[in-house]
T-cell receptor
Framework: AQTVTQSQPEMSVQEAETVTLSCTYDTSESNYYLFWYKQPPSRQMILVIRQEAYKQQNATENRFSVNFQKAAKSFSLKISDSQLGDTAMYFCAFMKYGSGYALNFGKGTSLLVTP | SAVISQKPSRDICQRGTSLTIQCQVDSQVTMMFWYRQQPGQSLTLIATANQGSEATYESGFVIDKFPISRPNLTFSTLTVSNMSPEDSSIYLC???????????FGQGTRLTVV
């Protein structure tokens, strides 16, 4: 079974600053996907960024980037130039490679962006 | 992308009753999943809704408590049966196409059992 661990229950960052959210996972799979999802107070789950394990290059999406360390089983999310709208719950998730698999989520990190 | 309509968005129910939650997708999808998110917690997979056959349940979830239907590739329902206050949670529908890794989510149903 795969486990996803987010060790930071809550974090706070000032607007325009940079923040890094941590995620580690445990798996015996060699091929898989990793995701960061955002859940604002509206409850809508939104994909922030995804990473294929077979790709060495770290994924980036505008202000969001990841540091993927496959050997260490670490997948951190960096948010640059934080904005008030980034305030949300952030979930790290794992998915096995192949069809038919669901996401396995970590416990989440609550991020507050302050003015 | 996929647009998901999940109904109801919230409900307050009496213990011992049942509630059926609907998930409608605007296009055909291969996979549909149901998750539970207890207050302040992460998302836990309840089951995979299989079209035309019985759902596949995760450990700790049983069909008698959470019957699921999926009559076609765009619609599924989750029923929470014989509810108790411990069932108070947000229930989310999620879909994914076989060729895509991104999962899309409904806005969830906030259920309160009193």
């Amino acid at each position: 079974a795969q486990t996803v661990t987010q060790s930071q229950p809550e974090m706070s960052v000032q607007e325009a600053e940079t923040v890094t959210l941590s995620c580690t996972y445990d798996t015996s799979e060699s091929n898989y996907y990793l995701f960061w999802y955002k859940q604002p107070p509206s409850r809508q789950m939104i994909l922030v960024i995804r990473q294929e394990a077979y790709k060495q290059q770290n994924a980036t999406e505008n202000r969001f980037s990841v540091n993927f360390q496959k050997a260490a089983k670490s997948f951190s999310l960096k948010i640059s130039d934080s904005q008030l709208g980034d305030t949300a719950m952030y979930f790290c998730a794992f998915m096995k490679y192949g069809s038919g698999y669901a996401l396995n989520f970590g416990k989440g990190t609550s991020l507050l962006v302050t003015p | 992308s996929a647009v998901i309509s999940q109904k109801p968005s919230r409900d307050i129910c009496q213990r011992g009753t049942s509630l059926t939650i609907q998930c409608q997708v605007d296009s055909q999808v291969t996979m549909m999943f149901w998750y539970r998110q207890q207050p302040g917690q992460s998302l836990t997979l309840i089951a995979t809704a299989n079209q035309g056959s019985e759902a596949t349940y995760e450990s700790g979830f049983v069909i008698d408590k959470f019957p699921i239907s999926r009559p076609n590739l765009t619609f599924s329902t989750l029923t929470v049966s014989n509810m108790s206050p411990e069932d108070s949670s947000i229930y989310l529908c999620s879909v994914r196409r076989e060729a895509d890794t991104e999962a899309f989510f409904g806005q969830g149903t906030r259920l309160t059992v009193v």
